[in-house]
């Protein structure tokens, strides 16, 4: 039983991580068009919205997720890029975040953040998921301490929104 409960608690933690990445492609691509169509506005609301949800994603996954996976995968240094990856999109985030929509470099900055955040999803999803299989990771534990830090940042960054989704 307790297996059972340990992958059903697996795949909630990696669904959540999915859904969070579905929403992500999905508003890169609502961004292009608003930047096609020059609705500043509409692009500065979605692009802040985008940014505050990368961010709880990525101190999620660097607080509890990461470090529960290291020395548990066979490719640790998949977790060494991811973290590179972040970095990589923290600074876009921060360069967003001093600007405003209607800056001629705001638009480019956030289709680059795009494409990191993209193949980042795709490495994740293709390959480090794949080796989550058998683990000594304490998957019940940890997605109750997901769940717990989530609620924390999404309220820190005024996200109560999307999770009902």
Known sequence: MAGRDSSKAKN???EMLKEDHRRVKRAFRDG??????????????????TCAELEVHATLEEELIYPALRGEIK????????EVEHASAKDLIAQLKQM????????AIFKVLGEYVKH????EEGQLFE???RTGVKWEALLQEVQERREQLMQEHGLL???EE
């Open 12 to 14: 909630e933690i990696l």
């Open 120 to 123: 980042h999803i795709k490495e």
């Open 75 to 82: 490719e640790p240094e998949l977790l060494d890029e991811a």
């Open 100 to 107: 405003r929509a209607d800056d001629p470099k705001f638009s």
């Open 131 to 133: 080796q989550l299989g």
């Open 161 to 163: 929104e999307f999770e």
């Open 32 to 49: 292009e068009k608003l930047a096609e169509q020059e609705d500043t506005e509409a692009l500065e609301e979605l692009v802040e919205q």
